[in-house]
């Protein structure tokens, strides 16, 4: 079946650094690809999202190619914040005969400190 | 626009207990789907309901039920809770299933506590 595999934390990161959080995913067709995430307390959020292969989704500086070649979807950051701390997770969801949920890898713990 | 609506925020109950929890979903979506999420196994899907009826399960046992009703409004019910119950519970909505790009909308979760 569809599943998720991310990095697993926790990540502990200087103000300013550069930040990787791998991701990679199985899939029987040609899924799409999310990274959501978790503030404390409060539920979770898209961050970004690619569709097909090759396409890169962006938001608030964070960053993540579809690569299909090696069915990865590594987030980026060039220099993270402090309010960049939270849980993120990737996500996969692929149309197929439950046209079911998405599928979402552990989390992984993001800390940044000033 | 209004997000997605989770009721209560927190409770506690105890072992043998039923609780029920409450989503609205945001205007217009007709998918509600649920969430466990606990420290050790992370996000688990429960169910998802589209049209008052149940499209999808995940691996969890018969004291997990939902519904889901006319205004897409969703409950979720636990019955005879145990400890390992204990989690946050999300629910998130969607406008259609059937797409592969139709990104979930979270509720900010309702947390369970079962002593």
């Known amino acids: 079946g569809n599943s998720v595999t991310q990095m697993e934390g926790p990540v502990t990161l200087s103000e300013e650094a550069f930040l990787t959080i791998n991701c990679t995913y199985t899939a029987t067709g040609y899924p799409s690809l999310f990274w959501y995430v978790q503030y404390p307390g409060e539920g979770l959020q898209l961050l970004l999202k690619?569709?097909?292969?090759?396409d890169k989704g962006s938001n608030k500086g964070f960053e993540a190619t579809y690569r299909k070649e090696t069915t990865s979807f590594h987030l980026e950051k060039g220099s993270v914040q402090v309010s960049d701390s939270a849980v993120y997770f990737c996500a996969l969801s692929e149309l197929g005969p439950n046209n079911n949920d998405m599928r979402f890898g552990a989390g992984t713990r993001l800390t940044v400190k000033p | 626009k209004a997000g997605v609506t989770q009721t209560p925020r927190y409770l506690i109950k105890t072992r043998g207990q039923q609780v029920t929890l409450s989503c609205s979903p945001i205007?217009?979506?007709?998918?509600v789907s649920w969430y466990q999420q606990t420290p050790g196994q992370g996000l688990q899907f429960l169910f998802e309901?589209?049209?008052?009826?149940?499209?999808n399960k995940g691996n969890f046992p018969g004291r997990f039920s939902g519904r889901q009703f006319s205004n897409s409004r969703s409950e979720m019910n636990v019955s005879t809770l145990e400890l390992g119950d204990s989690a946050l519970y999300l629910c998130a909505s969607r406008r259609q299933r059937g797409t592969n790009t139709g990104e979930l909308f979270f509720g900010e979760g309702s947390r369970l506590t079962v002593l």
């Open positions: 205007s217009g979506h007709r998918s």
């Open positions: 309901y589209f049209s008052e009826t149940q499209r």
């Open positions: 690619a569709t097909k292969a090759d």
